[in-house]
């Protein structure tokens, strides 16, 4: 069964921090790339940040600076430490497959999404 699971959203006030979660599982992890996508009511989706096989990373200017994606191999997980957030952060947050190491073009098998939301 291959799925991914993502986790670790909720509220916080802007200037906070949220790590999620992208918990893989029923294929080789350490074989493909991981993005993390957001979308917001009314806006489409956004592709956030992303990390290869070989831990070479990518982020929207959007997060640049703000953000970091790590991978956790070991533990079949991948991460997005969340600091410095701004309202406009707020979107339910996605994790998927990236078939083509961070091309952003062949995305599988979609996690149910955590929702983040940044306010006062």
């Known amino acids: 069964d291959v799925q991914l699971q993502a986790s670790g959203g909720g509220l916080v006030q802007p200037g906070g921090s949220l790590r999620l979660s992208c918990a893989a599982s029923g294929f080789t992890f350490d074989d493909y790339a991981i993005g993390w996508f957001r979308q917001a009511p009314g806006k489409e989706r956004e592709g956030v940040s992303c990390i290869t096989r070989s831990a070479g990373t990518y982020y929207a200017d959007s997060v640049k600076g703000r953000f970091t994606i790590s991978r956790d191999n070991a533990k079949n997980t991948v991460y997005l430490q969340m600091n410095s957030l701004k309202p406009e952060d707020t979107a339910v947050y996605y994790c998927?497959?990236?078939?083509?190491?961070?091309?952003?073009?062949?995305?599988?098998?979609w996690g149910q999404g955590t929702l983040v939301t940044v306010s006062s």
């Open positions: 998927a497959v990236d078939r083509d190491q961070c091309g952003f073009r062949y995305l599988e098998v």
